[in-house]
């Protein structure tokens, strides 16, 4: 089998479809942020607080890396792991990295109803959030570009990550 990485914005549903294709294929789901409040003892928002973005960021790549070295997964990783430290080529060498890349209109509906849990956009206006996106977007582009497939524009499903898997056989 393989390693599996999911990339791309907050609100993509990388989260979901690691969860749908872990079960499918019968191996462990991680989501890399639920891993690192889990060891952490704190939650994402507290850790950018204690620590700022930069120290997030640290323990972050510290945990994709030391996961990556045990068997297979799949891994929904957060919306900017792939953009520091390296991460991306690291993933790249490690494993299968995948873009899921969605309209920015159903991004913005699904982080209007999950605001609070997510530092980035927590405490911004509703009105602002498009703003913030395009602007991430534009940041992060060139990272998840960067990954081996790209799935998007409302057309996710099972069957497609499936035809990866079969090309990497």
């Known amino acids: 089998m393989a390693k599996i990485y999911l990339v791309g ?4 549903g990388k989260s979901h479809w690691a969860a749908k294709l872990a079960r499918r294929l019968a191996l462990p789901h991680l989501d890399l942020d639920e891993v690192i409040e889990k060891e952490q003892g704190c939650t994402i928002a507290e850790i950018f607080e204690q620590k ?3 120290g997030f960021r640290e323990i972050e790549s510290q945990t994709l890396r030391k996961y ?10 957060g919306g900017g792991a792939p953009c520091h430290l390296g991460n991306m080529e690291y993933m ?5 990295t995948i873009w899921l890349d969605e309209p920015i209109g159903i991004v913005i509906g699904r982080l209007k109803q999950g605001k609070h849990e997510r530092p980035l956009v927590a405490r911004l206006a509703d009105h602002e959030l498009r703003t913030f996106i395009e602007q991430k977007l534009r940041e992060r582009t060139p990272f998840y570009s960067q990954a081996r497939y790209r799935l998007g524009e409302g057309s996710i499903s099972i069957q497609l990550f499936e035809n990866i898997l079969q090309q990497q056989s």
């Open 9 to 12: 914005m907050m609100g993509v």
């Open 52 to 54: 700022g973005e930069q």
């Open 68 to 77: 990556s070295e045990a068997g297979d997964f799949v891994m929904a990783t």
């Open 92 to 96: 790249n060498r490690m494993g299968i």
